[in-house]
């Protein structure tokens, strides 16, 4: 059983960063993809970020490209998403997701099988 933990929300400005992470534990973390969602009120899970196992490849949603970086590291078990020049629209809870090796980053929730409690992020404008 994976456990993930997000970690790095918190309030900030329009045009503020935040880092995001992600710790895994409770399995190979090189065997999974892992992709970030957030979740406004009374939305569904919106897909954000993807990263290969290898971290090779990444995809990201058309709202974040330019802004947001995904990126992993292998040997501590974590997953990072660098957020830049943040806007309120981007106020939501964020989650971090584990998938199988092989997940495409289609941005579909039922990709994957293992999810983090979340984390908040407020931007006020």
């Known amino acids: 059983q994976v456990q993930l933990r997000e970690s790095g929300g918190g309030l900030v400005q329009a045009g503020d960063s935040l880092r995001l992470s992600c710790a895994a534990s409770?399995?190979?973390?090189?065997?999974?993809?892992m992709g970030w969602f957030r979740q406004a009120p009374g939305k569904e899970h919106d897909f954000v970020a993807h990263i290969h196992w290898s971290g090779g490849l990444t995809y990201y949603a058309d709202s974040v490209k330019g802004r947001f970086t995904i990126s992993r590291d292998n040997a501590k078990n974590t997953v990072t998403l660098q957020m830049n020049n943040l806007k309120p629209e981007d106020t939501a809870v964020y989650y971090c997701?584990?998938?199988?090796?092989?997940?495409?980053?289609?941005?579909?929730?039922?990709?994957?099988?293992?999810w983090g409690q979340g984390t908040q992020v407020t931007v006020s404008s």
């Open positions: 997701a584990a998938g199988p090796r092989f997940t495409h980053g289609l941005g579909r929730p039922n990709d994957y099988d293992y």
């Open positions: 409770g399995g190979t973390f090189s065997m999974f993809a």
